[in-house]
């Protein structure tokens, strides 16, 4: 058996390969790019549990004898009504630059908002061999800084703060995932008894 992240995107790759490493799984853990899967998987589910979902069933159903791990995250910002959550990584419809674009069409649609709370989810679908998909959620709070910080992290980890001032992308990847809302998820997961397969 081997454990299947269901990704492609090197830096959400880099942080659950740490995540998974430093909690010893003893599997060996393979991405979309390792076993030659390069279609594209549509997202078309309207939570971050369906999406998650979604992409877990498509792999688990090429590969019934692996672990297979999807992740599906998002930012949401309170005073646009939770945007732009599912749609994270393609708010802004960008075909280049795209963590840039999102960042800079987020902080148009903040200016002069006061109410800068935010939170990151992350949503884990879970499939082991002739089970059924199980989930863990975790989440950040944080607030949305009024300019980019920092040169580490991807997505909109330059303008996500935990204290207001320290920006996600100011901290090491063993720093942030102290706290991220990846390693809360992972946290969850690894507190469960089936986990001691795999370690």
Same mark, same amino acid.
């Given at each position: 058996?081997?454990?299947?992240?269901?990704?492609?995107?090197?830096?959400?790759?880099?942080?659950?390969?740490?995540?998974?490493?430093?909690?010893?799984?003893?599997?060996?853990?393979?991405?979309?790019?390792?076993?030659?899967?390069?279609?594209? +998987? $549509?997202?078309?589910?309207?939570?971050?549990?369906?999406? @998650? %979902?979604?992409? /877990?069933?498509? &792999?688990?159903?090429?590969?019934?004898?692996?672990? +297979? $791990?999807?992740?599906?995250?998002?930012?949401?910002?309170? @005073? %646009?009504?939770? /945007?732009?959550? &599912?749609?994270?990584?393609?708010?802004?419809?960008?075909?280049?630059?795209?963590?840039?674009?999102?960042?800079?069409?987020? %902080?148009?649609?903040?200016?002069? &908002?006061?109410?800068?709370?935010?939170?990151?989810?992350?949503?884990?679908?879970?499939?082991?061999?002739?089970?059924?998909?199980?989930?863990?959620?975790?989440?950040?709070?944080?607030?949305?800084?009024?300019?980019?910080?920092?040169?580490?992290?991807?997505?909109?980890?330059?303008?996500?703060?935990?204290?207001?001032?320290?920006?996600?992308?100011?901290?090491?990847?063993?720093?942030?995932?102290?706290?991220?809302?990846?390693?809360?998820?992972?946290?969850?997961?690894?507190?469960?008894?089936?986990?001691?397969?795999?370690?």
């Amino acid at each position: 058996m081997r454990l299947i992240i269901v990704s492609n995107n090197k830096d959400k790759i880099k942080d659950l390969k740490y995540l998974l490493n430093i909690n010893n799984v003893k599997l060996d853990i393979l991405t979309l790019n390792d076993i030659g899967y390069d279609e594209e +998987i $549509i997202e078309f589910g309207k939570t971050f549990a369906q999406n @998650a %979902l979604i992409k /877990a069933q498509t &792999i688990a159903y090429l590969y019934p004898n692996d672990l +297979i $791990i999807a992740d599906d995250s998002g930012l949401c910002v309170e @005073a %646009l009504d939770d /945007a732009p959550n &599912i749609y994270s990584s393609r708010y802004a419809n960008a075909s280049t630059n795209i963590d840039q674009a999102n960042m800079d069409k987020l %902080l148009f649609n903040l200016n002069g &908002i006061l109410n800068r709370k935010a939170h990151f989810i992350s949503m884990l679908c879970v499939i082991q061999p002739n089970q059924e998909p199980f989930f863990v959620q975790g989440k950040v709070n944080g607030t949305i800084l009024h300019k980019q910080i920092g040169t580490n992290g991807f997505g909109y980890d330059q303008i996500f703060s935990l204290d207001g001032e320290t920006s996600f992308a100011q901290l090491t990847l063993i720093e942030k995932n102290k706290y991220s809302h990846r390693q809360k998820a992972f946290e969850k997961l690894f507190s469960l008894s089936f986990w001691e397969l795999y370690v």
